[in-house]
């Protein structure tokens, strides 16, 4: 988070109004991208202020009009559906001048969403029912938007889960070894290499037709749910910046990377790194659930292959970044990005061995 952002807090929350006398603009949540605060106002409301990294968005202007078109029209059906636009999507509190967002004196962009209380945004499922419950919301949410034109929306970070491209960076970064860091990772290095045509699969297939673009989320780790508190059901996918066009697997794949296995991201013990398979089983039964029937069935055949591929594209992006010298990532520890690459690999690996098994359990839910 950049310390910059109180500089112009004051101006951001002038732009907009609040419907009230703002008493109190703190720093809120625990994201490391955009600057987030949390607004209280004297009728007793709550508001998210954002200033949008222009560091990870280059153009926070596409992103605010992917969100604007695709959360007005989620209003629109869950209205249709008789549910609660208020509670069950984002919406967009306009700035004093009808604009979506104000930008500030070092163009910088801000935009304000209400707070949606009475909800939980947890950052680790304790139990496989909330993992279930993340898995309908965001199989509804692949639902919901299935007949959203996904070609108009803007591609805000170009090749993102391009996992040809991610390997075309990696071996441009193996070849330039720019921190002669190559030598003392070649079992992660063959591995990769060992990869190379399993990183086509899945752009293969859309190139072919085989798989539609979709509208996608992008980001669907279970703290981009808002979990009710009175049902433990997931109500709300936020954090909506990286909504563009995708393949609905990968949603589903990042879940299953994210959330079916019990050890940190950069457990630096490879015994304690497993892939859950009884969790990917609880997921897949939820997404297909929230999903309606909105899926091809190639789609649903290559579910486990989003789930293997953005395992195995999340752990080249460690590697890339360690053979780069750590610019990407944050970093705590010398090898922190060599430690998050082995648990990806790892979990790929335990991915291989079950794949028959998780074949199965897609086709059980189909």
Known sequence: MSNT????LQDALAAFDFGGEVLDASRYGCGHINDTFCVTTKPGKRYILQRISSAAFAHPEQVMSNIVGVTDYLREKIAKDGGDPERETLSIVRAKNGEASFVDGEGETWR???????????????????????????????????DYPASTLYETIPHFHDTVDRFAKFKAALEKDVM???????????????????????MDALHAGKLPLKVTHNDTKLNNVLIDKATGKGICVIDLDTVMPGLSINDFGDSIRFGANHSAEDEKDL??????????????????????GVLTPEEIEYLPWGAKLMTLECGIRFLTDYL???????IHRPEHNLDRCRTQFKLVSDMEKVWEEMLAIVHKYA
């Open 324 to 330: 780069d010298g750590d610019h990407y990532f944050a």
């Open 180 to 202: 002669d860091r190559a030598k003392e990772v070649g079992p992660e290095v063959e591995f990769v290499l060992a990869h190379e045509k399993d990183c086509a699969v899945c």
């Open 271 to 292: 015994s304690k790194v497993n892939f859950d398979l009884p969790l990917f089983e609880v997921y897949t039964r939820g997404f297909l659930k929230g999903c309606g």
């Open 5 to 8: 952002a109180e500089k112009h």
């Open 112 to 146: 304000v969403f209400p707070f949606i209380e009475d909800t939980d945004c947890l950052q680790q499922a304790d139990t496989p029912e909330l993992f279930e419950a993340s898995a309908l919301a965001f199989g509804s949410f692949q639902r919901m938007l299935a």
